[in-house]
Structure formats: structure tokens, C-alpha cells
């Protein structure tokens, strides 16, 4: 059973930074490609980021060099820090899994694994 769960979500200033955690079990990690997606009150969910199982990140242009994705396959875990926090990065961030071996893709509909999510609130 796969099973991915975030944490490190919170409440913080604008400003700020947090580190979010994504622990996989249940799928060998090093094999996937691991994303990001956010999804704030009253919007689609869309494409964070994501660190490709060969290596490489790619991202989403909003994020503007603010956000770092990387990953550690011994402890089967993708982080994602992120730096200079704006209130509009408020959301719902969730990590996904996909097995995709060509390319790291940023359509969530390519990912096979979700996990529940943790809510980050940016303060003005």
C-alpha cells in the first residue's frame, strides 16, 4: 500500500520561510518522480514543482526562484523549502508520485500516488 505524507506546514509572516516534508512507503521512491502541487480556497489545484528520479527540478513560474525542491532516497522523502513566503502562497500543498520514466511532468493527471496534503497559511 502506497502511502505519501506530508508535513511541516503552518502558520507563518509574509516573509518567512518553511520546509515541507513528503514521506513515501509502500513504492520503491527512487524509481519515481516526485511533485509538488498547491491548491489555495476557491481554486484549481496547480503545479508546484517537482525533482525528476534521475535528478533535475523543474517549476512552476510563480515560484520565481523562491522555492527549492530535493529529495532523499534513503530516507524516501522530497522537501520542499520554501523562502520569502507570500500571503498568496497560502494553500493546501500536496506531494503526488509519478512513474513516469521520460519526463518529470507537471500535469497532475501523470501522477499515480497523492498524499493527504498540510495547509500553509502566509500572514500579512
Known amino acids: 500500500q502506497v502511502q505519501l505524507v506530508e508535513s511541516g506546514g503552518g502558520l507563518v509572516q509574509a516573509g518567512a520561510s518553511l520546509k515541507l516534508s513528503c514521506a513515501a512507503s509502500?513504492?520503491?521512491?527512487?524509481?519515481?518522480?516526485m511533485g509538488w502541487f498547491r491548491q489555495a480556497p476557491g481554486k484549481e489545484r496547480e503545479f508546484v514543482g517537482a525533482?525528476?528520479?534521475?535528478?533535475?527540478?523543474i517549476y512552476a513560474d510563480f515560484v520565481k526562484g523562491r522555492f527549492t525542491i530535493s529529495r532523499d532516497n534513503a530516507k524516501n522523502t522530497v522537501y520542499l523549502q520554501m523562502n520569502s513566503l507570500e500571503p498568496e502562497d497560502t494553500a493546501v500543498y500536496y506531494c503526488?508520485?509519478?512513474?513516469?520514466?521520460?519526463?518529470?511532468?507537471?500535469?497532475?493527471?501523470?501522477?499515480?500516488?497523492w498524499g493527504p496534503g498540510t495547509q500553509v497559511t502566509v500572514s500579512s
Open positions: 503526488a508520485a509519478a512513474n513516469s520514466r521520460v519526463v518529470i511532468p507537471r500535469d497532475e493527471r501523470l501522477y499515480n500516488y
Open positions: 509502500g513504492l520503491t521512491f527512487s524509481t519515481y518522480n
Open positions: 525533482v525528476g528520479w534521475r535528478g533535475g527540478s
